[in-house]
Nanobody, 122 residues
Framework: QVQLVESGGGLVQAGGSLRLSCAAS????????MGWFRQAPGKEREFVAR????????YYADYVQGRFTISRDNAKNTVYLQMNSLKPEDTAVYYC???????????????WGQGTLVTVSS
């Protein structure tokens, strides 16, 4: 059973930074791509960023490009999301996700985590 546990959310002022972490277990972490999604109140869940199993391919949504950075540490079975220059519209619950298949550069991401709340005040 896959377990993804997010942490690092909190309240921050606009322009500030946060780093989210997602600790994974239940699969061979280094073989799977990882990603982040978010869901704002009253809105649908949306894609934020993803990193391939090798770390060689990284994709960002346009609305976070240049402000957020996704990275992974295979030794710690953890994926990170560094969020800089935060805006009030970044307020959401952020969810960690894992690729449904190993050794896939852009496969379907499955959300298993419970999420961590990020609130950006203006």
């Amino acid at each position: 059973q896959v377990q993804l546990v997010e942490s690092g959310g909190g309240l921050v002022q606009a322009g500030g930074s946060l780093r989210l972490s997602c600790a994974a277990s239940g699969r061979t972490f280094s073989s799977y791509g990882m990603g982040w999604f978010r869901q704002a109140p009253g809105k649908e869940r949306e894609f934020v960023a993803r990193v391939s199993w090798s770390g060689g391919r990284i994709y960002y949504a346009d609305y976070v490009q240049g402000r957020f950075t996704i990275s992974r540490d295979n030794a710690k079975n953890t994926v990170y999301l560094q969020m800089n220059s935060l805006k009030p519209e970044d307020t959401a619950v952020y969810y960690c996700a894992i690729d449904s298949n190993p050794y896939s550069d852009c496969g379907y991401l499955e959300v298993w985590g419970q999420g961590t709340l990020v609130t950006v005040s203006s």
